[in-house]
């Protein structure tokens, strides 16, 4: 006699997410900054944004959890930047949202919507003979399956990504769908989902005004973001764990040229050791470096002449000390020993 499988236990079904509002929220609170912000403080656009303001948000945690830390040993750190942080994240993924909808992106909303409709069709499909077996809440299914039109597609993405991902270890070997298509989902979703909803804020916004905000409220992030990272940086040395807590934004990535912000491939260096070589430190810090070795100085610091060269220092600029001295602390810490 053959045993029927038993039926996962059922659990709750992941609900279709309406559009998101808090990412417009967010842009507007921040709207003064970003008119604000000066042309000459603008970093080149040289990521993909929506992956990037993912990877900050899943990292947010963690940061947040140093935030205590970060405020004792670092007292002059503006911690009021890793406060924002969230909303600088979510106010550069509605400007560029905002720049899609605007024709800056050459007709992007097409291409998503090519891609999100097979992709729909065949996770659903691999769904519902999922849920015929047991293995997937079948009310949950047929809830997706009712959805019509280009907002149920991009909320249905979302849905089937984490109805798949709840129960990947069990249905993996069971299902014709892929991991990679389950991912996909899950990023493709927000994106169609997002760029469709921006219809409901009004209407979109000129190519040249839009790129404008694109281009600023991307620079308060990263800029945001590469504070963040100095300060942990410094504070996680000794445990070797800073790129992990926060990752660089480029690290990994292909095609164009690292940018001029401090989050790209570059190693941090260590701090400064007896006999040793300084290492990067929050902004307004002077960072010496090895012989030979070019480090970026955060804005403001003073740059390390090449080996052997002398090089006057701006006035009221940090002057970086001689081999074998210890570095001076970023943000009022007291130097590494």
Known sequence: ???RSTPLKKKPAPKKPAAPPQAAAAFDRILPEIDAL??????PINLDIPRAVSQVLGVLPGLLA???????????HDVGVLDRLETYALAAWYAH???LSSGGAENALKPLLAEAVPLRENLLSDAG???RRGLLDADAVAEVRAGHGHMDTANDLVALSALF???WPEIASKTAATEDEVKRAGELGPLLLAALGVREHGAAPLPTDATDKRARAFSLFVR???QTRRAVAYLRWDEGDADEIAPS???????????SSDTDEQEAAPPAQPGGAAGSAPAGTAVPAPASAAVPAPAGAAVPAPAGAAVPAPAGAAVPAPAGTAAPAPNGAPPAR
């Open 1 to 3: 006699m053959v045993k």
């Open 38 to 43: 000066s042309a000459d403080a603008l970093v």
């Open 66 to 76: 140093l935030r205590p830390t970060i405020a004792e040993r670092l007292p002059t």
């Open 97 to 99: 949202l905002l720049w």
């Open 129 to 131: 003979a999922l849920a």
């Open 165 to 167: 991902s709840a129960s």
């Open 224 to 226: 945001a973001y590469d």
């Open 249 to 259: 934004l480029y690290k990994g990535r292909r095609g164009r040229g690292a940018s």
